[in-house]
Structure formats: structure tokens, C-alpha cells
């Protein structure tokens, strides 16, 4: 399948880098526009420093990788509510996500919602610690 536009879900944890990676890949092979976000679901309101400061993380993640990533996005919500809305909103038809394999992942997973959710398709990485 040939992809227009991969949204990358990530976290800012160490483990991003896999999902970067496979997203990367993905977008190389498909010539297609890639874009980042940092979802926070814990916060009603990002202040604008803090929003800028994820950012600028996200923006340092890209600046790792030998693809050009267009879009750098901070928002807040719950994560299936985010990407379905930003799905829709930029024409994402591929969305990258990592998952932990732990027992609290495993019962509060929020990849079930999110594959209800989106409109697009969902690839799920398997994050090792």
C-alpha cells in the first residue's frame, strides 16, 4: 500500500526511537510527508512554554533521522480523540504508535481506542524495554 501522510504518536520516552525508526522506513519507501505528536493526556492546558518545549523535544527527535519530517504537534486529550481528530484534519492515512508489553499496558491499553478510532491505518510497534 502506498502512503500520502504518516503521523508518528510518540512519547518522549527512550523507546520512541523504534517507532521513529519503523515510521521512517515507512515514509522513505513510500516518498510520503511525515509529521510527529506528543499527545498529553495527564494536563488540561499546555502552558506555551511547555508547549513549545515539546516541541522543540520533537523537533530534536527529527533532527536524528535522515528523513524530513514537516509537522511538529503538541496537543492535549485523550490520545484516540487526538489522532482521529488530527487524522482527519491533515489527511494522515497511516498512524505509528508504540506499545509496551507490561502489565499495566495490558490492562489499560490505549491501542484498542485508537484503532476504533482513526480513520487510517494503524501500525502498532512492539516497544522492548
Known amino acids: 500500500m502506498n502512503y500520502t501522510h504518516i503521523l508518528v504518536a510518540i512519547d518522549l520516552s527512550p523507546s520512541s526511537q523504534a517507532v521513529i525508526d519503523k515510521a521512517v522506513a515507512l515514509a522513505k519507501s513510500n516518498k510520503c510527508k511525515l509529521s510527529f505528536v506528543y499527545v498529553e ?72 481506542k485508537v484503532a476504533n478510532a482513526v480513520d487510517a491505518d494503524l501500525l502498532v510497534v512492539y516497544l522492548d524495554e
Open 41 to 112: 493526556a495527564d494536563s488540561v492546558v499546555l502552558a506555551p512554554k511547555e508547549k513549545l518545549s515539546l516541541e522543540n523535544d520533537l523537533k530534536e527527535l527529527a533532527g536524528k533521522v535522515d528523513y524530513p519530517v514537516t509537522e511538529f504537534l503538541a496537543v492535549v486529550g485523550d490520545l484516540h480523540v487526538k489522532l482521529s481528530g488530527l487524522v482527519k484534519e491533515m489527511g494522515v492515512d497511516l498512524v505509528v504508535c508504540g506499545h509496551h508489553h507490561k502489565l499495566l499496558s495490558r490492562l489499560f491499553s490505549s491501542v484498542p
